[in-house]
Nanobody
Framework: VQLQASGGGMVQAGGSLRLSCAASGFTVDGADMGWFRRAPGKERVFLASIVGNGGRTIYADSVKDRFSIFRDNAKNTVDLQIDNLKPEDTATYYC??????????WGQGTQVTVSS
């Protein structure tokens, strides 16, 4: 199982980014997947997840109005659309796969930097 996050970069506040998590060794269709981020000097926090065959989505309250998580089964990716970026969104973003109650597999992270 491998996860490869991509799509980060430097953007101005108000812009948008789409992060992508490419999976190998398993199919994202039906898998429980999540996105997290770690800002400089802070702990890693949960952002969003997509679970089960029905694709139910769960969001942290702080991002639910601007972030969208979805699967692209054709590409075998789980993507995170981020709109109206803010400087406080500056962080390293990670995708992960949950097995049971734990996120057991993690990607390497992709850096997002938002300038004001």
């Amino acid at each position: 199982v491998q996860l490869q996050a991509s799509g980060g970069g430097m953007v101005q506040a108000g812009g948008s980014l789409r992060l992508s998590c490419a999976a190998s060794g398993f199919t994202v269709d039906g898998a429980d997947m999540g996105w997290f981020r770690r800002a400089p000097g802070k702990e890693r926090v949960f952002l969003a997840s997509i679970v089960g065959n029905g694709g139910r989505t769960i969001y942290a309250d702080s991002v639910k109005d601007r972030f969208s998580i979805f699967r692209d089964n054709a590409k075998n990716t789980v993507d995170l659309q981020i709109d109206n970026l803010k400087p406080e969104d500056t962080a390293t973003y990670y995708c992960a796969r949950r097995i049971g109650s734990m996120y057991s597999y993690w990607g390497q992270g992709t850096q997002v930097t938002v300038s004001s």
